[in-house]
């Protein structure tokens, strides 16, 4: 994929957005690396120390944050950069996506005020003449949260599978578009700059930083049995992707932490080999989300409010992250898995009625 779509006009040094990162042991490898558990929820997010199956609780790591305004491509990778993951200033945030747009259109002959809709639409619609690899076409999807008065809150759905939403007060349901379209074409222009695709570099610094923070040493970072060998493994194994396409990826591990089922893999004796292996070629699916909302089930029906204490909570990250301008597919997933847990027992207790 080419990557001189971005318009020479973005200075990336001053706009460039921060990433960081948010059956028995004798059975099958297939049963074995089901998403689906019966055990106790993992209370965090995976961190390069948790990616593959590991024993303790571990630290939470921080977010993709593709909102952040401070240079530097390896500056939010490491988990000290946590703190970063809060808005410092809402106004300066949309002020660097308007000029993003601005500049977007004015680098591609548009006049006046650009219809970012339009615009995002193009955009990928250009990447997949360019040979970009999308498995399910160019098509950006938006999905409008119920409600009867502003403000009006919209999703979109970049075609990798990246979620981003509206981040400003939108007072109709056609400014709510616009502002999730905005901060989605934001994040696709800059996703194509050069420092966005993992290199060599770029996994040495991530890298390092990790040992930094979990005080680790060089011969962890070379064994594939540590946890931080895991999160290496990943980065080269990713080699050349951008850092967009690697959230994509990470998402699936993120869920199947925050699911336990990472934590009941290493019970069931699966190396981390195995596990790296068989996700990081495994689509997010309806057949992995339906079961994982059966576990949720399980646990509501062990200790009641089980469902709705994680749902409240997962609601409130989704809009902090929301109004950050940040990446928000695991959040999303979260809850579409909660609901589906809601549906599925729903259907249960029905079944269960006495007849008249």
């Given at each position: ?22 059956s028995g042991p004798t059975g099958t490898l297939r ?188 011969e962890e970072a070379d064994n594939p049995n540590t ?130």
């Amino acid at each position: 994929m080419e990557s001189n779509v971005i318009p020479d006009g973005v200075r990336p040094q001053r706009l460039q957005p921060g990433i960081g990162f948010g059956s028995g042991p004798t059975g099958t490898l297939r049963s074995s690396l089901r998403p689906g558990v019966t055990v106790p929820i993992a209370p965090l997010l995976p961190s390069p120390a948790s990616l593959a199956v590991s024993s303790g609780p571990p630290p939470p790591p921080p977010p993709l944050q593709l909102h952040s305004l401070y240079g530097g491509v390896g500056a939010g990778l490491g988990p000290g950069a946590a703190g970063h993951c809060n808005p410092g200033n809402p106004a300066v945030l949309k002020e660097a996506v308007e000029a993003v747009v601005r500049s977007f259109a004015k680098h591609t002959q548009g006049y006046g005020r650009v219809n970012v809709v339009e615009a995002l639409q193009e955009f990928w619609q250009m990447k997949l003449s360019r040979g970009a690899d999308l498995r399910n076409g160019a098509l950006v999807v938006y999905e409008m949260v119920p409600s009867n008065s502003p403000p009006y809150v919209c999703y979109v759905s970049l075609p990798g599978g990246s979620c981003f939403g509206s981040f400003q007060f939108c007072p109709t349901k056609a400014e709510a578009r616009r502002s999730a379209a905005k901060i989605a074409l934001m994040n696709s222009v800059f996703n194509e700059h050069p420092s966005r695709r993992i290199t060599d570099d770029f996994i040495e610094k991530s890298v390092s930083e990790a040992l930094a923070s979990f005080n680790g040493n060089r011969e962890e970072a070379d064994n594939p049995n540590t946890g931080i060998g895991a999160f290496r493994f990943m980065l080269e194994s990713n080699k050349g992707k951008s850092m967009l396409e690697f959230q994509e990826l990470m998402t699936v591990f993120q869920l199947l932490h925050w699911n336990g089922s990472l934590k009941a893999m290493r019970e069931r004796q699966c190396s981390r080999q195995e596990v790296l292996a068989h996700y990081s070629h495994r689509a997010l699916d309806d057949d992995m989300r339906t079961q994982m909302a059966a576990d949720w089930v399980n646990r509501e029906q062990s200790v009641a409010g089980t469902i709705a204490q994680e749902l409240a909570s997962t609601e409130r990250e989704l809009e902090d992250a929301r109004l950050a301008g940040r990446e928000l597919r695991f959040y999303k997933e979260k809850k579409d898995i909660l609901m589906l847990a809601v549906g599925q027992l729903s259907v249960a207790n029905t079944a269960t009625l006495p007849s008249h």
